[in-house]
């Protein structure tokens, strides 16, 4: 303890030297030489109440140490005891946090110096509030954004940034302040503003506001380019109003639309507003061959997904798979959505040869298989009961590399239990990524199919257990295991699952 005392007194007297001479960088050489239970010994010599050179002795200790963690807790701690930290402080802790590319710790620095009432410099903010912005951290951007405000400090970049990240994100409070400050201070907005604030009125579904903010946007002869266009057209969609929508979309195309977008997004978007307003697919198809054939342009990826969905939701399978091939005709590589719409519907409609026929193309083109594909395949086959094909199917996924994830992993249950193999499925269940509820009733289902009721039951509570909340669903499948494993009353049973979990379940006979 002695010795304790004395390296803190020595400390101390540096400190009172390193203070007086306002040569703080004579500290290093004594602080605690490579001390390592820093904190303790601090706390231990240094009396309480503390002074507030206390504070800043300890705060220094972990500078010159390399303790960025402690620093920033000490300095916090000092605020709530009521003693300014030196802004230095600060500003050290945020350059090497800046430096080590630590967004976190720079962020909460920032805000912390800015909440304390120090005026940080206009290019340190700019840059934490970057890193934030590059490493995709909304929440980290609105502290700095919320705390500058506080400051009263104003930095050009960081607003202009804040209006188009609000837009991005919906949040129409800081998309408005963030664009009234902007104006306030006669900075001009730009088409990206103006998007992004049309964009938090639309998601809002304040669509007056949002054509209002178009409407500026055009009276200060800002030039919409095809981006712009794609946004109204958009949003006139989401408002219902298919006329509106068509007059919106044939003056995109009358103008001169320099664009950050191509011209075929803005057809694009015509055509997503078609699909979201009518269900008249000979509509769609006229828009759709009027991309070619009248303007020239060659329809994308987009163009033929948005048509197969259409074709999908008014059944017309066959449209559908035609324009699946024209797309892989013209050399367009299928994406993710339209594949797994298709497979989707020859699963509903149960068109195995279809769907074998589909996912046998899809596999030996360069389209990349996923674990939905591989799902809804072997769902498909089990119902009908193709148990071989799909068994071929599950044997080629180490070979083809496909992450097993929670829907394959039900999928696969389900089917060894439609192959009377519990311990297959209890193998797979045992290995799954995550155990959700999902699994749960696929185990559960597996159970009931080979008659081992009670197990099934058990796999019931075992999920309760574990705080995973049941679906109506499952209450079904109790109901059936119960009924069939035993004379316990079901209703008995499923009125005292459904107060301990709160699941609501409607009656089924």
Same mark, same amino acid.
């Given at each position: 303890? &002695? ?65 960025? #963690? ?30 080590? #590319? ?46 500058? #405000? ?8 960081? %607003? ?8 991005? %994100? ?76 068509? &007059? /919106? ?54 163009? %033929? ?14 449209? &559908? ?41 899809? #596999? ?15 769902? /498909? ?94 209450? %079904? ?33």
């Amino acid at each position: 303890m &002695a010795g304790t005392c004395r390296a803190v007194e020595s400390l101390r007297k540096a400190f009172d030297v390193a203070v007086s001479r306002g040569r703080l960088d004579l500290l290093r050489s004594v602080c605690f030489k490579g001390e390592k239970n820093l904190s303790a010994l601090i706390r231990t010599a240094i009396p309480e109440p503390r002074q507030a050179e206390h504070w800043h002795l300890e705060a220094l200790a972990y500078y010159w140490t390399g303790d960025r #963690r402690r620093l920033f807790f000490v300095l916090k701690e000092m605020r709530s005891c009521g003693v300014m930290p030196m802004q230095n402080a600060y500003a050290s802790l945020i350059e090497t946090s800046i430096e080590e #590319r630590q967004a976190n710790m720079a962020q909460a620095t920032l805000v912390e110096a800015l909440r304390a009432g120090y005026r940080m410099q206009d290019a340190a903010c700019e840059e934490v509030f970057n890193i934030c912005h590059n490493s995709g951290s909304y929440p980290g951007c609105c502290a700095i954004y919320e705390a500058l #405000r506080e400051n009263g400090m104003f930095i050009e970049s960081v %607003y202009k940034k804040m209006v188009w990240l609000s837009g991005k %994100y919906g949040d129409l409070r800081i998309a408005k302040d963030s664009f009234a400050e902007l104006n306030a201070r006669g900075i001009d907005s730009d088409e990206e503003m103006y998007i992004a604030l049309i964009l938090a009125f639309a998601r809002h579904n304040d669509f007056v506001n949002a054509f209002a903010a178009f409407d500026e946007m055009r009276v200060k002869r800002i030039e919409p380019s095809a981006r712009t266009w794609h946004t109204m057209i958009e949003v006139q969609s989401r408002v219902g109003n298919m006329d509106a929508m068509t &007059a /919106l979309y044939e003056e995109a195309l009358r103008s001169n639309a320099k664009s950050l977008y191509s011209l075929i997004e803005v057809h694009n978007a015509y055509l997503a507003g078609l699909y979201r307003c009518t269900s008249d697919t000979r509509l769609m198809e006229k828009a759709f061959k009027d991309i070619s054939e009248k303007y020239g342009l060659e329809p994308n990826r987009s163009s %033929y997904s948005i048509m197969i969905k259409a074709y999908v939701r008014s059944r017309e399978y066959e449209q &559908a798979k035609k324009a699946l091939l024209r797309c892989i005709e013209a050399g367009i590589e299928p994406n993710y959505q339209m594949s797994t719409t298709l497979l989707s519907m020859y699963g509903r409609v149960g068109d195995v040869r279809a769907a074998e026929d589909l996912f046998a193309g899809l #596999r030996e083109g360069s389209v990349k298989l996923n674990s939905f594909h591989y799902s809804t395949m072997i769902g /498909l086959l089990r119902r009908h009961g193709e148990i071989a094909k799909a068994m071929e199917l599950v044997n080629s996924l180490n070979q083809m590399q496909i992450p097993i994830d929670e829907m394959l992993s039900a999928s696969i249950i389900d089917l060894h239990g439609n192959n009377s193999s519990l311990s297959s499925a209890m193998e797979v269940f045992q290995q799954a990524p995550v155990r959700t509820v999902i699994i749960y009733e696929a185990i559960m289902r597996a159970c009931i199919a080979v008659g081992e009721y009670a197990r099934g039951v058990k796999f019931f509570s075992e999920m309760v257990g574990k705080n995973i909340r049941p679906r109506k669903q499952t209450y %079904y499948l109790v109901r059936w295991e119960v009924t069939d494993a035993s004379p316990i009353c079901p209703r008995v049973l499923i009125l005292k699952l459904v107060l301990t979990t709160g699941v609501q379940t409607c009656s089924r006979n």
